[in-house]
């Protein structure tokens, strides 16, 4: 059998006047909660994190405040903690996603080898592949999987100024390696010589 004991007369009055000011509240803030998240569960979530923080922070509540902003500002700040520690979780990739990628291969390969060996041309393969591996990684991400150079600097783990230069120099080194294959250039400067 377990007991379980309230605390002090204090405790159980302040918890009373918590239930009988913030229940007025909960539909508010719930449509609140809603418009934050766009998702009712999640909302729900939200509400019920917020009204755990207020309960417990309530003791330091002034009374003859205005206990609708209050509650709103634990809300939004339950919101923007949330938000901030959805952002910095790794995303996750289930392994069936992985062997499907691979299909056929022994081994594990990166992105930028399963990219190369479906590509057409093999002067462009060969023009790629004699990149240095961080040019080769900046422009896979930044040109070939679309990118931002900001969300290539964060995958490479590199400032965003390192990342910028480094696609515009393997953008570089692809032209002058591909320049081979540019007919434009050699048919303009036939017709001037005839």
Partial sequence: MTVTTLGPPQDRQLACRFAEQAEPLFEVLGRGARRLTRNAADAEDLLQDT???AYAGFASFQEGSNLKAWLFRI??????????A????????????????VEGRGAMCSAETTILDVLPRDDVRAAMAAMPDGFREALFYADIEGYTYAETAAILGIPMGT????VARARKRLRIALAHLDHSSTDTSESAIA
């Fill in 51 to 53: 009204l755990l923080h």
């Fill in 163 to 166: 990342a910028m230069s480094r």
């Fill in 86 to 101: 959805r952002q910095r979780r790794v995303v996750e990739v289930s392994a069936d996603a992985l062997t499907d990628l």
């Fill in 75 to 84: 809300l939004y700040n339950r919101w923007v903690s949330g938000h901030r």
